[in-house]
């Protein structure tokens, strides 16, 4: 199906783990972006991708990594997990980096994390 | 003062009223503007964009106001399915990338 999809949806992990979140998309975006959501804060970018093996930092990045090795793909990893990372974490993408009316985020589903 | 900046509310409202939410941002040079709707435990999905001159979508109303920095939106004949939380997003630390609000929660009742 088109669109953007993450997984795994649910995860629970200890800390000091290492933890991938995966997202894909199929509209050939160039521009995909990690946020994470929690209570009292709202939504915060960790990391964007402009296009394939080009990334940037956003607000909140340490203690994530990305990578963009294939357009459609952007993966998250938590290399040694904490607890302060417990969160809903959202994938987006867009299909230009100049945000508009004819061109907006569109958001997966998201994954649920609990780092116990 | 903080980047983008919303009331949490909630606003708690009837059937059939007229609400209506501020959304404040703090860098003069943002240039696109947007509100989301975010249902409990789904994804934010965009509502409107919001346009200089103001912009309708049915019974939603966004308005941007350049001089006060601030957007705004106006839901018209309230329905029950309009509870939700309502995201302002602004374009400001990176170009590329949007800064959110926390939210905004309606709740309507019958």
């Known amino acids: 199906d088109a669109g953007i999809t993450q997984s795994p949806r649910y995860k629970i992990t200890e800390t000091g783990r290492q933890v991938t979140l995966m997202c894909h998309q199929t509209w050939s975006h160039s521009y995909m972006f990690w946020y994470r959501q929690d209570l009292g804060h709202g939504l915060r970018l960790i990391y964007y991708s402009a296009a394939a093996d080009i990334t940037d930092k956003g607000e909140v990045p340490d203690g994530y990594v990305v990578s963009r090795s294939k357009t459609e793909n952007f993966p998250l990893t938590l290399e040694s997990a904490t607890r302060s990372q417990t969160s809903v974490y959202f994938c987006?993408?867009?299909?230009?980096?100049?945000?508009?009316?004819?061109?907006?985020?569109?958001f997966g589903a998201g994954s649920r994390l609990t780092v116990l | 003062r903080k980047e983008v900046e919303q009331d949490p509310g909630p606003f708690n409202v009837p059937e059939g009223a007229t609400v209506a939410f501020n959304c404040t941002y703090s860098n003069s040079a943002s240039q696109s503007f947007f509100w989301y709707r975010q249902d409990c435990r789904k994804e934010p999905k965009l509502l409107m964009s919001?346009?200089?001159s103001g912009n309708e979508d049915g019974r939603f109303t966004a308005q941007l106001n350049r001089a006060s920095q601030y957007i705004s939106l106006l839901i018209r004949d309230s329905k029950l399915s309009d509870s939700a939380t309502y995201l302002c997003?602004?374009?400001?630390?990176?170009?590329?990338?949007?800064?959110f609000g926390k939210g905004t929660m309606l709740l309507v009742s019958p």
């Open positions: 919001v346009y200089s």
């Open positions: 987006a993408s867009s299909s230009s980096g100049e945000l508009s009316g004819a061109n907006v985020l569109t």
């Open positions: 997003a602004v374009n400001t630390l990176f170009y590329s990338t949007l800064t």
